[in-house]
Nanobody
Framework: QVQLVESGGGLVQAGGSLRLSCAAS?????????MAWHRQAPGKQRVLVAT???????SYEDSVKGRFTISRDNTKNTVYLQMNSLKPEDTAVYFC??????????????WGQGTQVTVSL
């Protein structure tokens, strides 16, 4: 009923850029509150990278501050992550997350399927 579909991952050289997108869809969506990007490197736990409220207030994990920018388009139910000056340590599977209020007025937590980002030297 609700899906988060990510796109934009891939292989890039260190210093390069990628832009991730995540679109929420489904007839059950009434509104979307907080949206976020997490990442999980091999053998490590999933960690929060950036988060953005419905009004556009954003926050970032320290290692990506000044390099990554999270944004959203509420008309398209889409969140973006612009990643610049990429480093090999940014290599991970990136997951989109959204807190979505359904037409039953209940907020639920949803995850995308993940998109691989690989940064080579």
């Amino acid at each position: 009923q609700v899906q988060l579909v990510e796109s934009g991952g891939g292989l890039v050289q260190a210093g390069g850029s990628l832009r991730l997108s995540c679109a929420a869809s489904g007839s059950a969506i009434y509104s979307i509150n907080n949206m976020a990007w997490h990442r999980q490197a091999p053998g490590k736990q999933r960690v929060l990278v950036a988060t953005i409220g419905r009004g556009g207030d954003a926050s970032y994990e320290d290692s990506v501050k000044g390099r990554f920018t999270i944004s959203r388009d509420n008309t398209k139910n889409t969140v973006y992550l612009q990643m610049n000056s990429l480093k090999p340590e940014d290599t991970a599977v990136y997951f989109c997350n959204a807190k979505i209020v359904g037409r039953d007025a209940v907020q639920r937590n949803y995850w995308g399927q993940g998109t691989q980002v690989t940064v080579s030297l």
